[in-house]
T-cell receptor
Framework: AQSVTQPDIHITVSEGASLELRCNYSYGATPYLFWYVQSPGQGLQLLLKYFSGDTLVQGIKGFEAEFKRSQSSFNLRKPSVHWSDAAEYFCAVGPEGGSQGNLIFGKGTKLSVKP | DAGVIQSPRHEVTEMGQEVTLRCKPISGHDYLFWYRQTMMRGLELLIYFNNNVPIDDSGMPEDRFSAKMPNASFSTLKIQPSEPRDSAVYFC???????????FGPGTRLLVL
């Protein structure tokens, strides 16, 4: 069955420190992969996506993610975290082809940023 | 583009009352999704439509929930009768055929007393 696992429910980092949020997926074919961010009281905003090609993708707000097929992972990274990055982050996987189906979301990782 | 629009943003109602949530997708998008988000269960897909036709409603919790999409620019999610366990944030999202990226609305925060 298709699934997405975000092992860390809650992470706290200091402002200016680097960040890596983990995402592992289980999918029968080549997946489309996404990271969304949800600020408190807001909807989900797309950070970045991977469909094909370069396995290191750049997103908005200085985030990047790397697709590693051998590890079934799509971890999100940021070299220097800002206080405004405090939010909940969701990894999602979708079917290749862009024609049907839905995204499967992980449970989310809540990021807190210490001053 | 205005993005996905949801109304109301907040709804407080009493158990047993009917609740109707509304969604206007991004113009030109073919797919519309309804999600429910709770602390316990995370983000759950309830139902999604393609060209106004329901494709997968396996996530709808029970017969108290119903969703319609009478035209390409409007969808409703109805709960009748509502129960306290329906308290959650309900999101609507839309996307284009051939583009997997879903765009989310701001959500409706529902509290059933």
């Amino acid at each position: 069955a298709q699934s997405v696992t975000q092992p860390d429910i809650h992470i706290t980092v200091s402002e200016g420190a680097s960040l890596e949020l983990r995402c592992n997926y289980s999918y029968g074919a080549t997946p489309y992969l996404f990271w969304y961010v949800q600020s408190p009281g807001q909807g989900l905003q797309l950070l970045l996506k991977y469909f094909s090609g370069d396995t290191l993708v750049q997103g908005i707000k200085g985030f990047e993610a790397e697709f590693k097929r051998s590890q079934s992972s799509f971890n999100l990274r940021k070299p220097s975290v800002h206080w405004s990055d405090a939010a909940e982050y969701f990894c999602a996987v979708g079917p290749e082809g862009g024609s049907q189906g839905n995204l499967i979301f992980g449970k989310g990782t809540k990021l807190s940023v210490k001053p | 583009d205005a993005g996905v629009i949801q109304s109301p943003r907040h709804e407080v109602t009493e158990m047993g009352q009917e609740v109707t949530l509304r969604c206007k997708p991004i113009s030109g998008h073919d797919y519309l999704f309804w999600y429910r988000q709770t602390m316990m269960r995370g983000l759950e897909l309830l139902i999604y439509f393609n060209n106004n036709v329901p494709i997968d409603d396996s996530g709808m919790p029970e017969d108290r929930f119903s969703a319609k999409m009478p035209n390409a620019s409007f969808s409703t999610l109805k709960i009748q009768p509502s129960e306290p366990r329906d308290s959650a944030v309900y999101f609507c999202a839309s996307r284009n055929r051939g583009v997997e990226t879903q765009y989310f609305g701001p959500g409706t925060r529902l509290l059933v007393l």
